[in-house]
């Protein structure tokens, strides 16, 4: 079975504070992809990445930054967290970019006070 | 137009009826579909992926994909209160990533 995990699953940080997501999957897919949900919003892409060192912008990448610098891992970088930034984070992984299932991690519940 | 539509619902089912969720998509050139479930508190897993037009069947789910008219649809037969969740349509844009709707809340009545 596919794994994805991510470090943790609440997180609770001060605006202007560094914050770090890190997320890992275990099935050596090519891609990974950080998405942000917010009620009435629906998933939001933040940034994917196809290779490790490769990335692209999501449709919502401001504020955000992103590393791959192995296969497995991907991380999500708030250089200077703002209250607007809470939400649900959530991380995937898949095989395929464009015909392959996206497997989900169990997400971040991240509050920015 | 949006890429990836779903109506949010609430959509209020009876236990034991058919729960038949909708969704269109904008691109014609689409390939590839999926339906996931989210529960709340949780993250999407997926229930079935189709690419072909007609339907495909597993177990209480039956996923249905028209090309023609852009649309894709989720069946559940003989729903339960476990089926209570967010389902999201996800429809890939050709050659480029995966998009996905903002969901529709499926509400079974026990």
């Known amino acids: 079975d596919v794994k994805v995990t991510q470090s943790s699953r609440y997180l609770v940080k001060r605006t202007g504070e560094k914050v770090f997501l890190e997320c890992v999957q275990d099935?050596?897919?090519?891609?990974m992809f950080w998405y942000r949900q917010d009620p009435g919003l629906g998933l939001r892409l933040i940034y994917f990445s196809y290779d490790v060192k490769m990335k692209e912008k999501g449709d919502i990448p401001e504020g955000y930054s992103v590393s791959r610098e192995k296969k497995e891992r991907f991380s999500l970088i708030l250089e200077s967290a703002s209250t607007n930034q809470t939400s649900m984070y959530l991380c995937?992984?898949?095989?395929?970019?464009?015909?392959?299932?996206?497997?989900f991690g169990p997400g971040t519940r991240l509050t920015v006070l | 137009q949006k890429e990836v539509e779903q109506n949010s619902g609430p959509l209020s089912v009876p236990e034991g009826a058919i729960a038949s969720l909708n969704c269109t998509y904008s691109d014609r050139g689409s390939q590839s579909f999926f339906w996931y479930r989210q529960y709340s508190g949780k993250s999407p897993e997926l229930i079935m992926s189709?690419?072909?037009?007609g339907d495909k069947e597993d177990g209480r789910f039956t996923a249905q994909l028209n090309k023609a008219s852009q649309y894709v649809s989720l069946l559940i037969r003989d729903s339960q209160p476990s089926d209570s969740a967010t389902y999201l349509c996800?429809?890939?844009?050709?050659?480029?990533?995966?998009?996905f709707g903002k969901g529709t809340r499926l509400h079974i009545l026990p």
């Open positions: 995937a992984s898949s095989l395929e970019i464009s015909t392959d299932t996206q497997y």
């Open positions: 996800a429809v890939n844009r050709p050659g480029d990533k995966i998009i």
């Open positions: 099935m050596d897919h090519e891609n």
């Open positions: 189709i690419y072909s037009n």
